[in-house]
């Protein structure tokens, strides 16, 4: 992951703003969310609301359109710089080569490299990485507020989020070996097909097509049963997550009504955290996803590390 870092900081002013975006955004949400809850506690008791709260919660609105774009298009903007990053440093990792070192560089390698590690890369910072920290942040602050509002409907609604973590850490112990499986299964396809393009001459004077073919078409049903195996895999455990991550909504309805009965909980507060449970529980839910495509990328990036320079000059 030192890779990672040594782009991220080579961005990281972009990389930043795209953090306190994000931060930003899940504020506003839940300052929105503030302002939505009072609003049906007002409509709910029969009083009108004025047109002051009507106005502050249609600019709240305006800004939480306006930030989730910023942060969208930031996002978008700091992960192409991190990808272009990425490609110039490979290419100035061969520029810098001496002569006799070059000629010793197998072709057929280093493009299976810029069409496989490099894309899976160049993929999941486009897709994952800022999707994640994101997930986080909108976890962490909404757990936190909603904690700051009712301690107790939170940890009876959520108690059960935490033993789905214990799930999530289960089953990326499942997850692991089958990513690990499938990509060494990938790279030796690739060197299968490194071979063919190195003796392709030697092959066509011996006539050993057929011989060859069979070999690489092998190679490729194994690369095709593991990536099958990992993704059934991942889709039967994110699909046991989607139905546990039903259980806290159903603590949240059976507490939080039980409170709203009670008169403890009005019903506006009721409606922010059954409108908000799904940045805690919804999180959770896509874990095992995010872990399957974090090893993935791990693993990429960490053959990248050292065929690629990251300096203030690559541009």
């Not at 070192?101 to 490299?113: I, Y």
């Not at 507020?145 to 409907?153: A, G, T």
């Not at 030796?188 to 097909?193: E, G, K, R």
């Not at 949240?252 to 709203?260: A, K």
Request: with cysteine.
């Amino acid at each position: 992951m030192i890779l990672l870092l040594k782009l991220l900081h080579k961005q990281k002013i972009p990389t930043l703003i795209t953090i306190f975006i994000s931060v930003s955004t899940a504020a506003v949400t839940l300052w929105w969310n503030a302002q939505l809850g009072s609003i049906i506690n007002m409509v709910s008791e029969g009083v009108t609301p004025s047109k002051d709260i009507i106005f502050r919660a249609l600019i709240t609105m305006l800004v939480m359109g306006g930030t989730n774009y910023a942060k969208g298009y930031i996002a978008g903007y700091t992960c192409e710089s991190l990808t272009h990053d990425l490609r110039m440093g490979y290419a100035l990792y061969f520029t810098s080569l001496p002569v006799a070192e070059t000629e010793k560089l197998n072709a057929g390698e280093q493009l299976s490299r810029l069409q496989n590690e490099i894309a899976d890369v160049s993929d999941y910072l486009n897709t994952s990485l800022f999707q994640l920290w994101d997930d986080g942040v909108r976890f962490l602050l909404t757990f936190s507020w909603l904690f700051f509002i009712s301690p107790m409907l939170t940890m009876a609604s959520n108690l059960p989020a935490f033993i789905i973590l214990l799930y999530v850490f289960w089953s990326s112990k499942i997850i692991g070996p089958a990513v690990e499986r499938s990509q060494k299964a990938k790279g030796q396809m690739n060197q299968y097909a490194d071979i063919l393009l190195t003796l392709f001459p030697v092959i066509r004077l011996y006539d050993a097509a057929r011989l060859t073919l069979d070999g690489y078409v092998n190679a490729i049903g194994v690369w095709k049963k593991q990536t099958i195996i990992m993704e059934r895999t991942k889709a039967w455990l994110m699909s046991l997550s989607g139905v546990l991550s039903s259980i806290p909504l159903l603590f949240l309805f059976l507490v939080g009504g039980h409170m709203t009965i009670r008169g403890v909980l009005t019903i506006g507060t009721l409606y922010v955290f059954v409108n908000l449970s799904g940045n805690v529980s919804g999180v959770l839910m896509n874990m095992p996803g995010h872990i399957t495509a974090f090893r993935q990328f791990s693993s990429n990036i960490n053959k990248m590390r050292s065929l690629t320079k990251v300096s203030k000059d690559a541009t």
